[in-house]
């Protein structure tokens, strides 16, 4: 059984290894395009499933990666949305749902890495849906990285 899972890995951006042994890379899709400027876009998770129904028993994970799609306004056709997804105007049942999940599948103590853009919603916003605050995280940038901890 891996150890880690990344529940909306897209095409695993910012993973060194994209293919890393201890990583069970999921995904709500799977596709390949060409972006409006020629770049190969591939969504390859190891397991197709939706991130609010996490398809793991209870505490199964040491590590989960939570990167949810953080756009509310976009085009269903644009870059944006091929590479990141879109979330729908009423996100906050979503990511709550999500971040659930997220725990549910954590072993106890272990760790969510949580990502967020906030060009569209506010981190403050999403802390206040999932209901508990971060340990420790960049709060500083537009692009926030938050670690919590399944006690």
């Not at 042994?21 to 969504?43: A, N, Q, S, W």
Request: a positive charge.
């Amino acid at each position: 059984m891996k150890t880690i899972i990344d529940v909306c890995c897209g095409s695993k951006m910012f993973w060194y290894n994209r293919e890393h042994p201890e990583v069970e890379y999921m995904d709500i899709r799977h596709f390949e395009d060409t972006l409006c400027d020629g770049r190969k876009l591939i969504v390859k998770p190891d397991i197709v499933g939706d991130f609010k129904e996490i398809p793991f028993p209870d505490n199964t994970f040491k590590l989960a990666v939570f990167d949810p799609p953080h756009l509310v306004s976009a085009g269903n056709n644009s870059w944006l949305v091929k590479k990141y997804g879109k979330l729908p105007h009423d996100w906050q049942n979503e990511i709550k749902k999500g971040f659930d999940e997220c725990m549910r599948v954590l072993q106890p103590y272990g760790i969510l890495v949580f990502k967020w853009n906030q060009d569209q919603i506010k981190i403050k916003d999403v802390i206040n849906v999932i209901g508990r605050p971060p340990l420790f995280g960049d709060i500083r940038s537009k692009t926030i990285w938050a670690v919590f901890m399944k006690s």
